[in-house]
């Protein structure tokens, strides 16, 4: 009988995680989670309280409004995917803008921040049945997840894909920017202290810098597939 299982996707942004995330989601009628959004909204709720900027930090004064931070999914059936919301309001453009892009890897390093938000996750999963994507699921939210993917590209093709998805939104963005910013979170997502960015031992590796969505796609449905089977 099939059995339903976990799927970690980690890796550096813009990678495409959540694109392919989602699909998997779509097909196996498995929830989808998507932990960048939390830690953005928490990044976005410390902004709106000023307690985080270009050139500040105020963390002990974040980290006793925890408690106060309620971040919930909801999903949007026209959009197909869950929507973010922080303390019952929906912050699904705020978070994705580039001035929290350029302070979120700041607030995710904060130990107390990545406490509460993998105790958080662990509860979502539940039944099983479930695919994840971020930077530590595959090493510290879900060391047990039966699949584990690690997703790659050159800084310049992820920084291309995001400049693409920020000017179609509407944005004004420099390219040089986004690259910038781009490989600043690699930088500081892998060398933080907590839970840096690396590949789990278990993890198979994507480099998708040449690699479409749909051949992507097809070749991690075939390890779905072959996990779901034994
Ligand atoms: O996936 P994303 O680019 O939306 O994530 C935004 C930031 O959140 C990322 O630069 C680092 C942080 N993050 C994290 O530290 N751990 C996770 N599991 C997910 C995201």
Redesign the pocket.
Known sequence: MNKNITIAIDGF??TG??TIAKLLAKKYNYIYV????M??AVTLYAKNNNLVSDNFLDATTLISKLDAISLSFKFNKNLGFAEMYLNGKNVEKEIRTLAI?KL??KV?EISEVRKKLVKEQQQMRKNNGVVM?????GTV?FPDAELKLFMTASANKRATRRYKELLERGDEVKFDEILFNVQE?DRI?STRKDSPLIKADDAIEFDNSDMGITEQFNRICTLVEAKIAN
């Open positions: 942004s813009s995680k959540s998507d932990t960048g959004a830690y953005r892009s979120v890897s995710s994507d971020g930077r530590d699921i939210v979170r997502d």
